[in-house]
């Protein structure tokens, strides 16, 4: 069972924000780096946002200046805040666990279901 649960999805107008969350279970969210990718139909997943340490943060070049990640340890959980968001964000966006903090597919061992985001122009 993957315990990495997706909220926060929706729908927005293009120059919106909109604040995703990942909920883990305490298990995934100790144990392993947890990051943020995307899927659009037709392309490639892309891997969006990493967080190392709870502290170093690596985002793909799309999402620079515009996307935040975070974590509460707390609550176990990962966010992404984004902001200025345009028709080219729309996706389905996936929390995935993984043992290396590198913001490729090939990192990461699982895959929460996602939660689409729809940009409308």
């Known amino acids: 069972q993957v315990d990495l649960v997706p909220s926060g999805g929706g729908s927005v107008p293009a120059g919106g924000s909109l604040r995703l969350a990942c909920t883990a279970s305490?298990?995934?969210?100790?144990?392993?780096?947890l990051a943020w990718f995307r899927q659009s139909p037709g392309k490639d997943r892309e891997g969006v946002a990493i967080l190392d340490n709870d502290v170093t943060a690596t985002y793909s070049d799309s999402a620079k200046g515009r996307f935040t990640i975070s974590k509460d340890g707390d609550k176990n959980t990962l966010y992404l805040d984004m902001t200025d968001l345009t028709p080219g964000d729309s996706a389905v966006y996936i929390c995935?666990?993984?043992?290396?903090?590198?913001?490729?597919?090939?990192?990461?061992?699982?895959w929460g279901q996602g939660t689409q985001v729809t940009v409308d122009s």
């Open positions: 305490k298990y995934f969210y100790t144990t392993f780096r």
């Open positions: 995935a666990a993984g043992p290396m903090a590198v913001l490729s597919q090939a990192a990461f061992w699982y």
